[in-house]
Nanobody
């Protein structure tokens, strides 16, 4: 299984970026995918997740600003990030995991991670 994350860069506060996570080596349509981020000195945190059926979950700080989506024909998951803030600055990673509808945070990470893409929000 390989995950290739891309789309990061430098953007001004209030701007937008779209991250992509391309997967190979798996039956992508059957798997849940999550986007995580990690800032220096901080733990890696779940930003958003999407189930194989299209259910989604977001961390509170990005609700209403970020949108996760998937295109199974392209084996790709996207993270559209709007109204970016300096505190969104981090390395963003994608992950293939599992979905548990009974949990308050239904997305559970698996062992496979992409290489990360850096997002810097600064004026």
């Amino acid at each position: 299984v390989q995950l290739q994350a891309s789309g990061g860069g430098l953007v001004q506060p209030g701007g937008s970026l779209r991250l992509s996570c391309a997967a190979s080596g798996i039956i992508f349509s059957r798997r849940s995918v999550g986007w995580y981020r990690q800032s220096p000195g901080e733990q890696r945190e779940l930003v958003a997740g999407i189930s194989s059926g299209g259910s989604t979950v977001y961390t509170t700080s990005v609700k209403g600003r970020f949108t996760i989506s998937r295109d199974n024909a392209k084996n790709t998951v996207y993270l559209q990030m709007d109204s970016l803030k300096p505190e969104d600055t981090a390395v963003y990673y994608c992950n293939v995991g599992d979905w548990y509808y009974s949990r308050s945070t239904p997305y559970a990470p698996g062992r496979t991670w992409g290489q990360g893409t850096l997002v810097t929000v600064s004026s």
